[in-house]
């Protein structure tokens, strides 16, 4: 059986499910901006999702998952999702056909498409070389586009429709200088949107903007956002803060994040739509008074932000992740994060209901990605990182991480009317004595007379298993031998929750 460090999962009354799509020990998801990695699919009547998936440390066996999560059964078709691509492998980009509903999923050369919704059957065709960082969109005439840079000219931004011959799409306007960019298609039209963010060291980062009315045949010249109306003394756009939108009435929505030059705090989310007046809104600003850690590499206490329309009644939700300036993971010294929401009934002009939609605990909730909603539910997914910060750039250990999504009933409700802010998964059994030396007891209630009990260690690997038979007393004692000093978790059946357990020999 799998396990997984779900400590604790925190969660509002009002968000409904947590449920858990599949697990990765590689907890480094994007470079720069979040690209769609979950959408929810009313041709499918479901969820997509897909995720850099390893079991190991280095990630010699990195893949892309996926899952689809099937509203007709309220079940995922996998139990952990299934490997995409045949060999190596990791994901940049994901997109759905707006009318057959069939995924694709794009690597840095590979381009996989589901044989039907949620089937998990995929065909697999080659695309040309040197792409890096690529982005697809699939629009209602059938067309694949891709928005990538190119190996060797790291400062160019390339547009290809149907794998033709591609365009610098930046030009006139300075490319990005690092993967800071977004690229998403009109599920109505077929419009498309390529939106690049320019780094120059010392001078602030500027947004540009580059639209196509017709499939990418012919192109808008490039537009450059000028800055929001922000508090900030010296604001700068965050490298990997952007993403575009194109909304039910096919309008324009760009959300991106604002610190101070040089520095993660103060942090501010910010939503732009040209049909707007004013056009730009603050969705959200974020301060701190006392800060206990850093946030770590390539992020800022608020970022990476995305936006989803509810078609039904029109409002908009952005979800964005957000730092815990106190809340800090003792073992890489960066502080933790949780996932943020804001809604707005009036096409963004102003946000409401600013909350979070996790709980501040030992994880750290990482790369949100609002899915979409469906039937007045948003779709929200995240991965729930046991050590905070990334154990790829050296900071703390590889753990197993659960990828989840959350569905939370929209529209929010308003500050003061939940009857109840909080509640908590919690385990029915105990483990003591702890510290130990030889013995420990496992004490129940137990879900089931046949239980299975597991130790592992802190990167997830099981080092002892025993079958639990019904007892009078709904305890077992459970000998230490063959496990030396450390720290471990105990997991029993199929509890939510995993017990620590310290060994002093």
Not at 130 to 154: E, S
Request: hydrophobic share 40%; proline share 7%; net charge negative.
């Amino acid at each position: 059986m799998l396990l997984v460090l779900l400590v604790v999962i925190l969660c509002f009354a009002q968000s409904g499910l947590v449920t858990r799509a599949g697990y990765t020990t590689y907890d480094w998801f994007f470079t720069g901006p979040v690209n769609k990695w979950c959408i929810t699919d009313t041709v499918a009547n479901g969820v997509h999702i897909y995720w850099r998936h390893s079991n190991f440390s280095p990630s010699t066996d990195l893949n892309t998952y996926y899952n689809f999560y099937n509203f007709s059964i309220h079940n995922w078709n996998w139990s952990d999702g299934i490997g995409v691509f045949p060999q190596r492998n990791m994901f940049y980009s994901i997109d759905n056909h707006p009318i057959s509903g069939c995924v694709y999923i794009m690597s840095n050369n590979t381009l996989a498409r589901d044989e039907a919704p949620g089937a998990g059957l995929f065909e697999f065709s080659s695309v040309p070389n040197n792409i890096w960082y690529p982005v697809i969109a699939v629009t209602p005439d059938n067309a694949i586009h891709c928005l990538y840079k190119n190996y060797v000219d790291g400062d160019t931004l390339l547009y290809s429709r149907n794998w033709s011959s591609p365009i610098n799409i930046n030009s006139p306007a300075p490319g990005p200088t690092f993967p800071s960019y977004n690229f998403v298609g009109s599920k109505i039209s077929n419009k498309l949107i390529a939106v690049w963010l320019r780094d120059e060291d010392s001078i602030p980062t500027r947004i540009f903007y580059r639209i196509s009315n017709n499939s990418g045949i012919t192109w808008q010249s490039p537009i450059e956002l000028p800055y929001p109306p922000t508090v900030i003394s010296s604001p700068t756009f965050n490298d990997y803060s952007l993403y575009a939108m194109f909304d039910a009435q096919d309008n324009l929505h760009i959300v991106t994040a604002i610190t101070e030059l040089g520095y993660t705090i103060p942090a501010e989310i910010w939503h732009f739509c040209p049909v707007n007046n004013p056009q730009w809104s603050l969705v959200f600003h974020y301060d701190a008074d006392t800060l206990n850690a850093p946030v770590g590499y390539n992020a800022s206490f608020a970022c990476r932000p995305l936006i989803v329309q509810n078609h039904r009644d029109n409002y908009l939700y952005v979800t964005w992740e957000q730092f815990d300036s106190l809340n800090y993971e003792p073992i890489s010294f960066v502080v933790r994060a949780d996932v943020m929401v804001a809604e707005s009934p009036n096409n963004g002009l102003t946000w409401q209901n600013q909350r979070p939609i996790t709980t501040p605990n030992t994880t750290s909730k990482r790369f949100p990605c609002a899915a979409g909603v469906d039937h007045d539910t948003l779709t929200v997914a995240y991965l729930i990182d046991s050590i905070a910060g990334f154990e790829y750039y050296w900071q703390g250990r590889a753990t197993y991480n659960p990828v989840v999504i959350q569905r939370i009933k929209v529209p929010l409700p308003v500050a003061g009317e939940q009857e109840k802010t909080a509640i908590s998964i919690k385990s029915n059994f105990q483990v003591y004595p702890n510290p130990v030396k030889t013995f420990f007891t496992v004490r129940g209630p137990f879900s089931t007379d046949r239980s299975e009990i597991e130790i592992f260690d802190i990167t997830g690997k099981v080092v002892k298993e025993i079958l639990r038979f019904a007892q009078n007393d709904n305890t077992m004692r459970i000998p230490l031998d063959g496990i030396k000093n450390g720290v471990y978790f105990v997991q029993v059946g199929d509890e939510l929750i995993s017990k620590k357990l310290i060994v002093t020999k």
